[in-house]
């Protein structure tokens, strides 16, 4: 999960790497667009992109929706970091969907805003960024996980694009590690696969533990873990060994070596493109395997 800790280790990166400031790295972000980092898809198909509003108990969440410009596909919802749903979020999903799926990216800050709620170059590392995702983050719990889940299922149940014959993928960074882990467990018999990415708080010591809903999920996951992440809690890892292993379910569990809490997106600080690109494929392969 973002904080402090996890920041001061991208500023050692950045400090040591010293051939791009933290001002340099916002520059870039604004002049070249985060579509134009990520490698293309090979024979990616044409899409169909579109913003949606989507009620849920707590009000309207607006959304990013992809998908091939024919037929219909298995379904994944994303769900952000905690920088939320942005242009980079926007580029995944879009990638996503010229592979073959029917993608759904929230705005998990919608009960406070609608997004996106930073601008382009935003960081962590910047205290004004931190002292407005932080209270949003901390408006969020296991409960509107739970119900956010339901509602993005509902929706993309009844969506032409989506085949509801195939079971749903879902896909979470940083804070949404947590966000993947209560969608499988929340619609079992929808959700198939699931994937984090430098996913944060999934194996506490708390009493609602991501981790103790594992006996309730019916699905293939992959876990890919940052390096100091797992520097930080090395015995979470084997805790979801230990619970999927009970649980009879399919686990891929990896720490990603050389990588940073917050490696995945493109217009992260700390993007690992190689690492990335590894986690990338292992997602694509789940999503082949579990969600055919």
Same mark, same amino acid.
């Given at each position: 999960m973002c904080d402090l800790d996890t920041q001061k280790d991208a500023d050692e990166f950045l400090r040591r790497k010293g051939d791009m400031t933290r001002r340099q790295f916002g520059k870039l972000s604004a002049a070249v667009g985060?579509?134009? &980092?990520?490698?293309? &898809?090979a024979n990616a198909q044409a899409v169909t992109e579109s913003d949606v509003d989507i009620t849920t108990p707590d009000g309207v969440a607006d959304c990013y929706f992809v998908h091939p410009s024919s037929g219909s596909h298995a379904a994944v919802i994303v769900w952000p970091d905690i920088l939320g749903l942005r242009p980079a979020f926007r580029a995944m999903g879009k990638r996503l969907a010229q592979s @073959?799926?029917?993608v759904l990216v929230v705005n998990p800050f919608y009960r406070d805003a609608r997004s996106p709620v930073v601008g382009e170059g935003a960081s962590f590392s910047q205290p004004e960024i931190r002292s407005l995702v932080l209270p949003m983050a901390g408006h969020l719990n296991a409960e509107t996980h =739970?119900?956010?889940?339901? %509602?993005? &299922?509902? =929706?993309?149940?009844?969506? %032409? $694009?989506?085949?509801? $014959?195939?079971?749903? @993928?879902t896909t979470g960074y940083c804070m949404g590690g947590p966000m993947v882990m209560r969608t499988m467990a929340a619609v079992p018999s929808r959700v198939g696969a699931g994937g984090t990415f430098h996913g944060g708080g999934l194996a506490t010591d708390a009493d609602n533990s991501p981790h103790l809903l594992i006996p309730q999920m019916r699905a293939s996951v992959l876990h890919a873990v940052a390096g100091n992440d797992d520097e930080t809690d090395p015995e979470a890892k084997n805790k979801l060994r230990a619970a999927y292993a009970a649980a009879g379910l399919s686990a891929e569990i990896e720490v990603y070596t050389d990588t940073l809490h917050g490696w995945c997106p493109?217009?992260?600080? &700390?993007?690992? !493109? %190689?690492?990335? !690109?590894? %986690?990338?494929s292992r997602m694509l392969n789940l999503f082949d395997s579990a969600l055919a």
């Open positions: 985060v579509a134009m &980092v990520l490698p293309t &898809v @073959g799926y029917s =739970f119900t956010d889940a339901r %509602a993005m &299922v509902n =929706f993309l149940d009844q969506q %032409a $694009s989506v085949d509801t $014959s195939r079971k749903i @993928g493109p217009d992260s600080q &700390v993007y690992n !493109e %190689a690492q990335a !690109e590894r %986690a990338w």
